[in-house]
């Protein structure tokens, strides 16, 4: 599950790629990670669904180790961005699986290609309500990228590799969702992913909470098998997200985890896979054409 490389308009793009070597017609699984994550959170559930699915595993422009340009950082443009690379990569369909930020780019993806969409699964997903954590919306102060500066430095990301080792020695390893904190908070020392981080952020939160819904567009799911997936003790997106939203998607499924915080795919991460792959053969992928959309369109409904 190495980093790979390819360019898509002229920027850099990593993704990971894993898949059964000897089935290259295997279903594909689009797995879009979080908010100042990477594709290297999907790593401990690919190392089960890449025995059935084609795992394309992107780090989004501004993340991990792709391009960091000044530019688009919307819903829409990371939408675009996944398709094109989706295309480049030869893939026509896939199964989009969103956690986080990355449910709500999945859920824009389905909006604005629906043809190339086969199933949704959101994992604590954004875009389904106000809320979201304290932090989130203080971080979109103006001016804070002024302050950002002084609480990641360099020293940081030493001090917890050091801390990290001591531990590992003592045979001890952090929970998985403190390792997905730390991870996404030490990116944020380099100061092109922090800008980054900062314009994605204000395009999808402010001060009273989230700023994009698909709450008026959800009816459009009743066409697209959805699974949603919460942990029951997430502490960034509430619960209730998925309760309310499941109301508005006629025929979706919700798994809910407990005991599991903002992070079900890394927290259980063989159960997360067992329940993605068990929804995937449950269900036939969806077949949207033109005439079909447009009559959901205005009728909205």
């Not at 398709?83 to 969103?98: I, K, M, N, Q, S």
């Not at 698909?214 to 029951?232: F, M, N």
Request: aromatic share 6%.
């Amino acid at each position: 599950m190495q980093l790979r490389n390819v360019q898509v308009h002229g920027h850099e793009i990593a993704y990971r790629e894993e898949g059964p070597a000897d089935d290259p017609d295997a279903p594909v699984l689009l797995l879009v990670h979080g908010m100042a994550g990477s594709s290297a959170t999907w790593v401990p559930a690919m190392v089960d669904l890449g025995e059935r699915f084609r795992c394309i595993a992107p780090d989004l422009v501004g993340h991990g180790r792709s391009a960091k340009p000044r530019g688009d950082y919307s819903l829409g443009a990371q939408a675009s961005l996944l398709r094109d690379l989706l295309v480049a990569l030869g893939h026509e369909r896939a199964t989009v699986v969103g956690q986080s930020l990355g449910g709500g780019i999945a859920m824009q993806f389905a909006y604005q290609y629906p043809e190339r969409v086969e199933r949704l699964v959101l994992v604590s997903a954004g875009g389904l309500g106000d809320e979201v954590a304290l932090v989130l919306r203080a971080l979109t102060l103006p001016g804070v990228e002024y302050v950002l500066p002084l609480a990641f430095q360099p020293l940081l990301r030493t001090a917890v590799e050091t801390v990290t080792g001591w531990f590992g020695r003592l045979g001890l390893r952090p929970a998985a969702a403190t390792n997905e904190m730390w991870r996404s908070y030490t990116s944020l020392i380099d100061g092109d992913t922090r800008a980054a981080f900062l314009h994605t952020l204000r395009s999808v939160v402010d001060l009273q909470g989230q700023r994009v819904s698909a709450g008026d567009r959800l009816y459009l799911a009743a066409e697209v098998p959805t699974l949603v997936v919460w942990g029951e003790e997430d502490p960034i997106i509430p619960v209730s997200h998925a309760t309310a939203a499941l109301e508005a998607m006629p025929g979706a499924r919700l798994e809910l985890m407990p005991g599991v915080g903002h992070f079900p795919h890394c927290e259980e991460p063989r159960r997360f896979a067992r329940l993605v792959r068990d929804f995937v053969d449950a269900t036939e992928p969806a077949r949207i054409d033109t005439s079909r959309l447009a009559e959901l369109l205005t009728t909205g409904s």
